[in-house]
């Protein structure tokens, strides 16, 4: 079984729903991501957690919100969806300590908003 | 701020071709520089790192070479393969930091 999954892989909604954006791991780390990828932009940060009670935001968190509801889960929440939030969004996990801040990469969520 | 530029894509080459993807960085400091790579259909994993200047990090055949002078770091691999087709992320983690900075990707296409 994969170490960090997320749910779904794939949605299609329309402007203006709420979407959720789950992601779970189980490889016992306390530090969750959560990143978008656009074409020729590379992977920017939305928010991140360092433990339960930790959030944090990150390059790019207007119009998004997350809730760690426990150490292996951490979700992304688009209140209101836009089309220019249409994406590739991905999770990732770390440990404190680790070396050199390794990040432990889910499978992705591709997310169209229209 | 930092930041990390890498070359446009894709890039296309032969098998056993030799691959040469451009990185070059700023940042203050001397920070901690990263080669991760994206599969078709799954996330990014750490291919390679380097924490030092003149740190080669090496993984699977291809290295990368920790160029302070020229603040750059460029992935090189002599002999590609088909399996090696994929999207590759340059990154950096600033000396005093624990956040990642990447670049926007090169994808990578190896042909028989």
New interface residues.
Partial sequence: DAD?TQTPRNRITKTGKRIMLECSQTKGHDRMYWYR?DP??????IY?SFDVKDINK?EISDGYSVSRQAQAKFSLSLESAIPNQTALY?C?TGQTGIP?????????TRLTVL | GNSVTQMEGPVTLSEEAFLTINCTYTATGYPSLFWYVQYPGEGLQLLLKATKADDKGSNKGFEATYRKETTSFHLEKGSVQVSDSAVYFCALRPNAGNMLTFGGGTRLMVKP
Avoid: D, K, S
């Fill in positions: 960090v990828q020729g932009l590379g992977l920017r940060l991140y990150g991905f990732a050199y801040n390794e990040q432990f990469f889910g499978p992705g």
